[in-house]
């Protein structure tokens, strides 16, 4: 099991940006972490959860949400068991709780999906207002 835990979240302008942190740990992970991949999913009030962004631990490959696209970008501590989501150009329908997840592979096409990862964090409020 991989305790997961998010960070970062808190109140921003429109146009403005944060960086989320999602540290991840557990006897496997600690050894292996570059194996896992990592998903970041959000829930809007009233809104069911909705992916964001994945990627794998080691950098190899990204995806994301079409409304995130070019705002919203995955990074890394090289050897270290924390990635983080940089968020630019927020507007108030980024607002939600954002969650991180991991996962132990990737599946080309299918990162989207929730039950691909294995272990979420309790999330982290994000809200975008005035």
């Known amino acids: 099991q991989v305790q997961v835990t998010e960070s970062g979240g808190g109140l921003v302008q429109p146009g403005g940006s944060l960086k989320l942190s999602c540290a991840a740990s557990?006897?496997?992970?600690?050894?292996?972490?570059?194996?896992?991949?990592i998903g970041w999913f959000r829930q809007a009030p009233g809104k069911e959860r909705e992916f964001v962004a994945a990627g794998r631990w080691n950098g190899a490959s990204t995806k994301y949400a079409d409304s995130v696209k070019g705002r919203f970008a995955i990074s890394r501590d090289l050897g270290k068991n924390t990635m983080y989501l940089q968020m630019n150009s927020l507007n108030p329908d980024d607002t939600a709780v954002y969650y991180c997840a991991v996962g132990t592979r990737w599946v080309a096409g299918r990162m989207f999906q929730e039950r691909q990862y294995d272990d979420w964090g309790q999330g982290t409020q994000v809200t975008v207002s005035s």
């Open positions: 557990g006897r496997t992970f600690n050894s292996n972490f570059n194996s896992y991949v």
